[in-house]
């Protein structure tokens, strides 16, 4: 694997990546309303790797949504490399993620008529940023994507491919990269090279990941876990292992499971 250029220093960032303040989000009105977020508040370090996770329907997702710009909290504040995020328009929000956020996606999102190279260099086109080719050919070059240049998705394999949403997302260099599930359609092999890799952009490049995930062998590459269970934290775990990360969720789904039974009390016939 590729290491990163240690001469090349990162950008001056703020010493906190991401903050959270009492951050909501409902979803529904009425009866129907489901609270996805509820008074969420918390803060990220720069250069940290955060794991998220919890049972299904925790919020793990709009969590990651609202946080990086694709959705908007109904309250609180969202603020990335000491910047909040707000604007009335959907332009402005626009060009708050362009300039302060990286995206790596389970499905990689890559163009597949555009070379690894130009889909490498989208973002800061769609910025109206200048590109700089040795700077993307170094950061494929990092990725360990230097001599595939000229290959379209097509021609990669999946770990390749995630490779390029990693380069992708690190070209503009952003205050805060979230991955979506990034390893869910790889095999175990490509899985924990994309890992890996993700880790050693924090310890090597300076960057701070926020990785959602339902796997605990995924987790334990993190600096730390943070656990939601009914849109709000509930715990996290420093200098995680796998085992650990798993018997944490164990538990966690089971209380999860004990309250809705106790909303929900079975009745009798």
């Not at 715990?235 to 292992?241: I, Q, S």
């Given at each position: 694997m590729a290491m990163f250029d240690r001469k090349r220093?990162?950008?001056?960032?703020?010493?906190?990546a991401l903050r959270l303040e009492s951050v909501s989000k409902v979803y529904g009105t009425g009866d129907g309303a489901v609270t996805a977020l509820d008074d969420v508040s918390l803060r990220l370090p720069a250069g940290s790797f955060t794991a998220v996770m919890g049972p299904s329907g925790s919020g793990k997702s709009t969590l990651l949504q609202?946080?990086?710009?694709?959705?908007?909290?109904?309250?609180?504040?969202?603020?990335?490399?000491?910047?909040?995020?707000?604007?009335?328009?959907?332009?402005?929000?626009?060009k708050f993620r362009r300039e302060r956020i990286g995206f790596i996606f389970q499905q990689y999102n890559l163009l597949p008529t555009l070379t690894?190279?130009?889909n490498t260099a989208l973002p800061?086109?769609?910025?109206?940023?200048?590109?700089?080719?040795?700077?993307?050919?170094?950061?494929?070059?990092?990725?360990?994507?230097?001599?595939?240049?000229?290959?379209?998705?097509?021609?990669?394999?999946?770990?390749q491919r995630q490779r390029v949403a990693i380069a992708r997302a690190l070209v503009t260099r952003p205050g805060v990269i979230f991955a979506d599930e990034p390893t869910?359609?790889?095999?175990?092999?490509?899985?924990?090279?994309?890992?890996?890799?993700?880790?050693?952009?924090?310890?090597?490049h300076g960057s701070t990941v926020v990785l959602v995930t339902h796997d605990p062998v995924a987790a334990s590459y993190a600096d730390r876990v943070l656990f939601l269970a009914d849109g709000r934290l509930a715990?996290?775990?420093?200098?995680?292992?796998a085992e650990a990360v798993a018997?944490?969720?164990?538990?966690?789904?089971?209380?999860?499971?004990?309250?809705?039974?106790?909303?929900?009390?079975?009745?009798?016939?």
């Open positions: 220093q990162p950008p001056s960032r703020t010493a906190e609202c946080a990086a710009g694709l959705d908007r909290p109904d309250s609180g504040r969202i603020l990335v490399d000491g910047a909040e995020m707000g604007g009335s328009s959907e332009a402005a929000l626009t690894v190279e130009e800061l086109r769609l910025a109206g940023r200048r590109t700089d080719p040795e700077r993307i050919r170094a950061v494929l070059t990092q990725v360990g994507l230097g001599r595939r240049l000229g290959h379209l998705p097509d021609q990669l394999s999946g770990g869910g359609a790889l095999d175990t092999r490509s899985a924990r090279d994309v890992l890996a890799l993700l880790r050693e952009t924090v310890q090597v715990g996290h775990l420093a200098a995680p292992t018997e944490r969720m164990t538990r966690l789904g089971d209380r999860v499971a004990e309250r809705h039974a106790d909303d929900f009390p079975l009745m009798e016939v």
